[in-house]
């Protein structure tokens, strides 16, 4: 199959600097390859949500020049597709009923990459759907490995490190991990290039994909843009938005970021053009966080 990127932005604000990282990351590798490259709004969340949000990022990513290809997904119209999934796992006796409140699981279960391992307590209580609660994977012994373009390998043991993850939450909302790899198979991804804040949540989608039946896309995590304070640019910390500023000199400053050349041009169609050119994706530095340009490190 020929190359297929996308962009999947969360709409909970404006383009910031750290998501035009992933915009321009993801479109420079899918069109120095001849792919295609996809847009898709990830509002699963819909709590998350801001109105206008997802708009707004439409409209940035055309001001400055990223052209896509399709018709822009939204997961929120896409909810069949993940409860078909659920119920295909459902009908193996992959998923179970569990009951247990956040603070119940936090109180009996043992620290793990990305917070308490879940101990399993709802596991073999055949809790039926009308139970009020969330849905988790039941997931079994094994190592998941695979090698990221830019960090190299990695390995996870997803049932001792992150334990039975939820697939559809308590107030029935389907959960990210679900989400996106029912999306990427659905629209034929076969690359995966994004910031690697998610590259821990990687292992458990490739659970996922092999016990879905869908093929696991090649990934690529670059560094996440941090802020002076070493903390991760968003809009929970203030991230300024991109729109109104020197869009050229913002590509400019994400290419330096990711290890490319600068262009100089104070035009940002032709910043990425030229960009294209020269990509090279073995330059991106292979660490999990840098500090964005511009971020002074705080006073000793």
């Known amino acids: 199959m020929s190359y297929r ?16 990282v992933a915009a321009a990351a993801s479109w420079l590798d899918a ?18 949500t801001v109105p206008g949000a997802a708009e707004a990022i439409l409209r940035q990513l055309d001001a400055l020049g990223f052209d896509h290809d399709g018709e822009v997904a939204w997961q929120s119209h896409r909810k069949p597709l ?30 793990g990459i990305e917070g308490p391992v879940y101990p399993g307590t709802c596991r073999a209580l055949g809790l039926g759907t009308a139970v009020p609660g969330a849905d988790r994977l039941r997931v079994n012994p094994g ?31 389907h959960a990210y991990q679900l989400a996106v790899v029912v999306d990427d198979a659905a629209q034929g991804i076969t690359d995966v290039v994004r910031g690697a804040d998610l590259l821990s949540s990687t292992p458990r989608q490739v659970v996922l994909q092999r016990l879905l039946g869908y093929p696991t896309p090649r990934y690529l995590h670059f560094p996440v843009a941090t802020n002076a304070r070493g903390e991760k640019l968003s809009k929970q910390t203030l991230a300024p ?19 490319q050349e600068r262009v100089g041009s104070r035009d940002p169609r032709e910043v990425l053009h030229l960009a294209l050119a020269r990509w090279d994706p073995r330059r991106i530095p292979a660490v999990t966080a840098r500090r964005a340009p511009g971020e002074r490190p705080p006073p000793p």
């Open 241 to 259: 938005s991109v729109e109104g500023g020197d869009g050229a000199l913002l590509l400019d400053d994400v290419l330096e970021f990711l290890g």
């Open 143 to 173: 190592r998941i490995e695979f090698v990221d373009r830019v960090q190299g390998p990695i390995a996870q043991q997803v049932d001792r490190d992150v334990g039975d993850f939820v697939l559809k939450r308590r107030d029935g909302l």
């Open 82 to 111: 993940y409860e078909e999934a659920l119920g295909r796992l459902r009908e193996r006796s992959l998923v179970y009923r569990c009951r247990c409140s956040r603070k119940e699981v936090a109180d009996s279960a043992l620290a």
């Open 31 to 48: 069109r120095a390859q001849g792919g295609e490259w996809l847009v898709r709004i990830e509002d699963v969340d819909e709590a998350r």
């Open 5 to 20: 990127g996308r962009f999947a932005p969360s709409p909970t604000g404006p383009l910031h600097f750290g998501s035009l």
